[in-house]
């Protein structure tokens, strides 16, 4: 007879961390349902390794077809209650008037299925002398960028049951009435579509070193308040002390019981030697920080790797036990990179950026993204980025799974 390794993996009711089944150690879970995210549920492994499954790509659902999206889109969040899809995404216009040129503002879609989308008008925001668009009305400063919206089911009003984290005059300050630097501004709604300012000097939500990416907020269950994923910038400095470019762009977290008042966010998870180029050659663009709703205690990170060199932003798998220490040990692409994407002399044109959340459909998770058909380098960034929002599936509970790592042996004795 043929023999082969054996995979071992104990799970027990009562599951000891890996590494000693010490007392202390004993983690109840009961009959709960657990994502094997880690060595954190096993109790102990032999000649087994623990593996990445990427996500399966499942094609376009929106792209750029509106005035108002003449320069491409940006950042996207979809949410699902019931049959009922809803889609917020940055959309971006040139503007010569303003400070950078580009404006950002959010737009909103929906969709029954998912997969096709609408672009309802909602008569809110003025664009090119007309409402007849699906642009929303939001902030105080006129711009809208890195937003994310989640459904609070901690609400303390139906009229705050959905929440939005933002950066509100990023790039266009100074404005009339305006603080003069960038922070993180809130929003509530009770429908996702009609929004009011956080009641807070200018609608603040915390102070921010750099909004340039998408900030991301919700109510955690398992600590009883709101958490913030922001960007945290840190620049190398020359012989006189003067801080120079590239900054070292990094993942930040903030916590409070309330939607209001965080206070300024704390570093959690940076570049280092692992990553290409190492820790001064590629930077953590975003976090799409998400707490996984189907089983306790399982934070998900979907950060975009930005390579330096290439311009190419690949998005990666990170995962953690507690929402602060993030577990990156598969330096790997989550979403597989475009096989058609363009080299441009050393630049890589493909930039891709997964939103926070995911949705349950059948077995599946879903999960939406946008990609650039660009690299993320202001060379390339001219009054239009090509791109479009891409859907993701993933098994549920199939994040990564465990393999044999010694071949199999045959077995050389009586075959009788």
């Keep these: 007879m043929r023999g082969t390794s054996l995979m071992i993996v104990s799970i027990m009711a009562v599951v000891a961390a890996a590494g000693g089944a010490q007392a202390d150690d004993v983690r109840e879970i009961g009959g709960s349902k657990q994502l094997f995210i880690d060595e954190g549920m096993v109790e102990s492994m032999e000649e087994v390794r623990f593996t990445l499954n990427p996500a399966q790509r499942a094609g376009e659902v929106l792209r ?5 999206e003449a320069a491409g889109l940006g950042y996207v969040t979809v949410t699902q209650e019931g049959g009922r899809f809803q889609m917020w995404y940055s959309v971006w216009y040139w503007d010569p008037d303003i400070k ?3 404006m950002d503002r959010l737009a909103y879609a929906e969709s029954a299925d998912g997969i096709n989308w609408e672009k309802p008008r909602l008569g809110q925001y003025e664009f090119d002398g007309s409402t007849d ?7 105080k400063c006129g711009y809208a ?6 459904i609070d089911p901690n609400a303390a009003s139906p009229d705050e049951k959905y929440k939005m984290a933002f950066g509100d005059f990023y790039r266009v300050y100074p404005y009339p009435g305006c603080p003069q630097h960038t922070s993180i501004s809130g929003a509530v709604s009770a429908d996702g579509v009609h929004w009011q300012s956080i009641d807070t000097p200018h609608g603040l939500l915390f102070p921010s070193g750099g909004t340039d990416t998408q900030n991301v907020c919700f109510w955690d269950p398992h600590l009883e308040r709101y958490v913030a994923y922001c960007r945290v910038n840190v620049y190398r400095k020359d012989d006189q002390g003067e801080p120079f470019r590239p900054a070292s762009r990094r993942i930040g977290r903030s916590e409070s019981k309330l939607f209001r008042e965080f206070p300024r966010a704390v570093e959690i998870a940076a570049p280092d030697e692992l990553d290409p180029g190492g820790a001064w050659g590629s ?6 920080a998400t707490i996984y709703p189907f089983a306790p205690g399982v934070y998900l990170f979907f950060p975009s790797v930005h390579h330096y060199g290439s311009g190419l932003c690949e998005i990666t798998f990170a995962s953690s036990r507690d929402g602060v220490q993030l577990d990156r040990r598969f330096r790997q692409s989550y979403v597989p990179v475009d096989p058609g994407a363009r080299h441009l ?3 890589i044109g493909y930039s891709a950026y997964m939103g926070p959340g995911m949705v349950r459909v059948g077995d599946e998770l879903w999960m939406y993204g946008v990609e650039h058909e660009t690299p ?5 960034y001219g009054r239009s980025v090509p791109g479009a929002v891409h859907r993701y599936r993933q098994r549920e509970g199939r ?16 075959q009788r």
Excluded: C, I, K
């Design 376 to 380: 993320h380098n202001g060379r390339w």
């Design 345 to 347: 002399g050393e630049q």
């Design 100 to 102: 950078g040129h580009w």
């Design 133 to 139: 668009n699906n642009l929303v009305a939001v902030g």
């Design 283 to 288: 930077g953590l663009y975003n976090s799409a």
């Design 399 to 414: 994040h990564g799974h465990y393999e044999t790592v010694r071949a199999p042996r045959r077995n050389t004795g009586d």
């Design 64 to 68: 750029a077809t509106e005035p108002w």
């Design 145 to 150: 960028h890195g937003g994310s919206v989640f």
